[in-house]
């Protein structure tokens, strides 16, 4: 069965710095990958999201996201993270045969000036 | 830019009592979904729903849930009698077709509170 983890509960960095949050996924074939955010009151919106083709992918607001087949990884990355970036952030997988997203526990993020 | 409301924000209820949480999807979106997540856990499907039928349900989706289009801007999901557990913020969300390449756009979510 399909699963995500995302090893990191809570990140905290500062303002400017570079962001990795990592995701590791369980799927027997090519998964279809997806970034949230959940900024407060807000609902969950999408970052990017993979299917196949480039494995480096562009998203809103300055993120990126790679996937790795040999780590079972699709990390989420931002050269220069902006207080507005504050939020919590699901690495979510698809599969083709059905409807339902499975997400990852989520990893909230703190941005100090 | 189109978006899904979800209402109310935040409910109340007693144990035992029937809810009613309510969805207006985006306007030209044919599928529509109800996921939750109780404090500390993961977000969980619960359905997906198109022309006026289920198409996949969870586990989690007993008798005591069920879901209506009762008009055209509606989706709603009815909790026939709330137990403790009910507890958990619940998303709908919406897609103009399914398939795992389709973004499913999320409303900001209802707090659902049982005592």
């Known amino acids: 069965a399909q699963s995500v983890t995302q090893p990191d509960i809570h990140i905290t960095v500062s303002e400017g710095a570079s962001l990795e949050l990592r995701c590791n996924y369980s799927y027997g074939a090519t998964p279809y990958l997806f970034w949230y955010v959940q900024s407060p009151g807000q609902g969950l919106q999408l970052l990017l999201k993979?299917?196949?083709?480039?494995?480096l992918v562009q998203g809103i607001k300055g993120f990126e996201a790679e996937f790795k087949r040999s780590q079972s990884s699709f990390n989420l990355r931002k050269p220069s993270v902006h207080w507005s970036d504050a939020a919590e952030y699901f690495c979510?997988?698809?599969?083709?045969?059905?409807?339902?997203?499975?997400f990852g526990t989520g990893t909230r993020l703190q941005v100090f000036p | 830019e189109p978006e899904v409301t979800q209402t109310p924000s935040h409910q109340v209820t007693q144990m035992g009592q029937e809810v009613i949480l309510r969805c207006v999807p985006i306007s030209n979106h044919l599928y529509f979904y109800w996921y939750r997540q109780i404090l500390g856990q993961k977000v969980e499907f619960l359905v997906s729903f198109y022309n006026n039928e289920i198409s996949e349900k969870s586990e989690i989706f007993d008798d005591q849930f069920s879901v209506e289009r009762p008009d055209g801007s509606n989706f709603t999901l009815k909790i026939r009698s709330t137990k403790l557990e009910d507890s958990a913020m619940y998303f709908c969300a919406s897609s103009p077709s399914t398939g795992p390449q389709e973004t499913q756009y999320f409303g900001p979510g209802t707090r659902l509170l049982v005592l």
């Open positions: 993979y299917f196949s083709g480039d494995t």
């Open positions: 979510v997988v698809g599969a083709y045969n059905t409807d339902k997203l499975i």
